[in-house]
């Protein structure tokens, strides 16, 4: 039989196993979702299968709902949840109890443009919201073998009825990406990301998603 242990030493070893049990848990839930990732490009494809992203400047996201339980992970795989707390409710408060979004955390100014000064300052983050442009899984299933347009229809079935802090991003489709993108850099976007209609979700960086910065954009000065 272990012996009891008791006093500060022991509250700090309960504590110590917790940490552990939680970490083990971000870790895995981790390797289970990479994220897919958009290679850089120089051109907007212009072809009928793509659809077209605004590039929002701000945060990669992972959104995980299990039951009561809900976990933002960043891109590296840090816990988040409580950073983002409108965020964190909103998926607390949809009628699914089990899904995993990907997507953007961002601040958006008056002018509805995302503002990554005021991101990075931490002084806002109980207005961070989420753009949400594409989901992993939903209930019991593994939805990232579907094509992009059958998972961006499941996300918004999941949104329709949304409360405030996650949003479906966003998107076009087909011939009209370079004008969007043109469009998008009159307007001082960061670029867009095009991603083919008719892939899966894969983990890593991949060639059916597409990324192409607006050059004079200040996130390209962060990249240098």
Not at 13 to 34: D, P, V
Not at 110 to 118: E, L, T
Not at 184 to 210: N, T
């Amino acid at each position: 039989m272990r012996p009891e242990v008791r006093g500060e030493s022991g509250e700090a070893l309960r504590q110590g196993f917790a940490i552990s049990r939680r970490t083990i848990y971000l870790l895995g839930m981790f390797k289970a979702y990479k994220l897919c990732l958009a290679t850089a490009g120089k051109q907007v494809p212009s072809g009928p299968d793509w659809i077209h992203e605004v590039k929002h400047d701000g945060y990669r996201m992972l959104v995980i709902r299990e039951d009561k339980r809900v976990r933002l992970l960043s891109r590296n795989g840090s816990d988040w949840t409580k950073r983002y707390p409108w965020i964190a409710d909103a998926a607390l408060k949809n009628r699914q109890k089990h899904f995993v979004i990907d997507g953007e955390a961002v601040i958006l100014g008056v002018d509805g443009i995302s503002d990554f000064n005021a991101l990075h300052s931490r002084k806002h983050d109980p207005e961070v919201q989420l753009y949400a442009f594409d989901i992993l899984a939903m209930g019991s299933d593994d939805l990232r073998s579907l094509p992009l347009h059958m998972r961006k229809a499941n996300l918004e079935k999941l949104l329709a009825r949304r409360p405030d802090g996650i949003t479906v991003a966003p998107f076009e489709r087909g011939e009209i990406g370079p004008d969007l993108f043109r469009a998008a850099c009159r307007m001082g976007l960061e670029g867009l990301v095009s991603k083919h209609r008719d892939r899966p979700y894969r983990g890593g960086r991949q060639k059916f998603w597409i990324k192409v910065k607006n050059r004079s954009h200040p996130a390209m000065e962060r990249e240098l």
